[in-house]
Structures are given as C-alpha cells and as structure tokens.
C-alpha cells in the first residue's frame, strides 16, 4: 500500500499580480472592452475572439485549438459537446 502524499503547505501565488502567466481568450459573448481593459490592466495577456476567428465561427473548431494553446476560455456561453 502506497503511503499518503503529504499535503503542501506552500501557498500558490493566487493574487491579481500572477495574472501575466496566463493568456485569457475572450470569446464572442465575452468580448466587451471594459473586460479587456480591466484584464490587460492587471498584466494580462488577452486574446480576443474577432481576431482569429470568425464571428459565426462553429465553437467545435475553435475551442479545441484555443484549448491546445493553453488559454483560458472566458465565456457566458455554456458549451456542449
């Protein structure tokens, strides 16, 4: 039997000042500028929906290659497969 993992008492860096590790796509229903702006102004990298894609852009062919390039989705929309 395996023993245990011990648990970490190291806390991860959560605060708004991490927030330039990650690249946020806004999706089509989340591409409003005071986001974008309120994103960018804490360090964030964001991508923005229209620039890749078009507007009508089926979400099975850009959700996955957003999601292979490790971005975080932000959406208002609720996805199904």
Not at 3 to 10: F, I, R, V
Not at 11 to 31: G, I, K, P, V
Not at 44 to 66: F, G, S, T
């Amino acid at each position: 039997m395996a023993a245990k993992k011990k648990k970490s008492t190291t806390r991860s860096d959560t605060s708004l000042e991490s927030l330039d590790l990650y690249t946020f796509f806004l999706d089509r229903a989340s591409e409003s500028k005071a986001l974008y702006d309120a994103l960018t102004a804490k360090g964030a990298h964001v991508e923005i929906h229209r620039d890749y894609y078009k507007d009508d852009e089926d979400d099975q062919v850009w959700l996955p290659e957003v999601a292979a390039k490790r971005w975080v989705i932000i959406s208002q929309n609720q996805f199904n497969e």
